[in-house]
C-alpha cells in the first residue's frame, strides 16, 4: 500500500542548498516511492546552540510503500552518503538531517522511530513549509496545521526565491 509520508530536510554545513538538492534527488531515487511535492527552501535561526551557521530547511512529500522503519534505514543511508557524521554535541551543526515528520496516519512509538515527530508542532522551520506543499493537512489526532501555525509565530525564517 502507498502511504503519503512527509520528510523534513535540513543541513547547515557543507553548502546547505546542494546537499538538501541532492537529498531530494536521493528521495525521488528511492524505491517504490516518489517525491509528490516539496516546499521552497527557507533559511533559518539555529535551534539550539546559537553559535553555528544558519540552517537551509525544507519539506518533501514523499509517496511510498516502504514500511517506516525500511523508510527510516533508507533516509539514514542517505545521510550517511551525503556525509553526515554522529557528533558529541547535541543540537550541534549536521551536514543533512532527514526526519520522518509525518507517515500516512499513523502514530509510531518504537525506540528507534517517533511519528508523529516530536518537536514538529512547535517548529517554524517545520511547519511553514509543510504548510506550504499541504495547506489543509491534518496530524494524525485531528488537529488542523492551520492551527499549528496560528501558535508558532513566522520567526527567524526567510523564504528562497
Ligand atoms: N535548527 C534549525 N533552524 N533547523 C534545523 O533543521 C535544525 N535541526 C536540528 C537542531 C540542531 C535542533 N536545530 C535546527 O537538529
Redesign the pocket.
Known amino acids: 500500500m502507498m502511504q503519503r509520508a512527509y520528510i523534513?530536510?535540513?543541513?547547515?554545513l557543507a553548502t546547505p542548498l546542494l546537499q538538501l538538492r541532492s537529498a531530494l534527488d536521493a528521495l525521488s531515487a528511492l524505491p517504490q516511492s516518489s517525491v509528490a511535492a516539496h516546499s521552497s527552501f527557507y533559511i533559518?535561526?539555529?535551534?539550539?546552540?546559537a553559535d553555528?551557521p544558519?540552517?537551509v530547511?525544507a519539506v518533501a512529500a514523499l509517496d511510498t510503500g516502504l514500511s517506516p522503519l525500511a523508510l527510516l534505514d533508507a533516509l539514514q543511508t542517505i545521510e550517511l552518503e551525503q556525509g553526515r557524521t554522529r557528533k558529541a554535541e547535541?543540537?550541534?551543526?549536521?551536514t543533512l538531517?532527514l526526519d520522518i515528520l509525518l507517515f500516512g496516519n499513523l502514530h509510531i512509538d518504537e525506540p528507534r522511530l517517533t511519528v508523529p515527530h516530536y518537536?514538529m508542532h512547535a517548529?517554524a522551520?517545520?511547519l511553514y513549509p509543510l504548510a506550504e506543499i499541504a495547506p489543509d493537512l491534518r496530524l494524525p489526532d485531528g488537529r488542523p496545521i492551520s492551527e499549528l501555525l496560528e501558535a508558532c509565530p513566522y520567526v527567524?525564517l526567510e523564504r528562497l526565491p
Not at 523534513?8 to 547547515?12: A, E, K, R
Not at 547535541?90 to 549536521?94: Q, V
Open positions: 523534513g530536510l535540513g543541513s547547515n533559518s535561526d539555529p535551534l539550539g546552540p553555528q544558519r540552517y530547511n547535541r543540537w550541534g551543526p549536521r538531517d518537536h517548529r522551520f517545520v527567524g
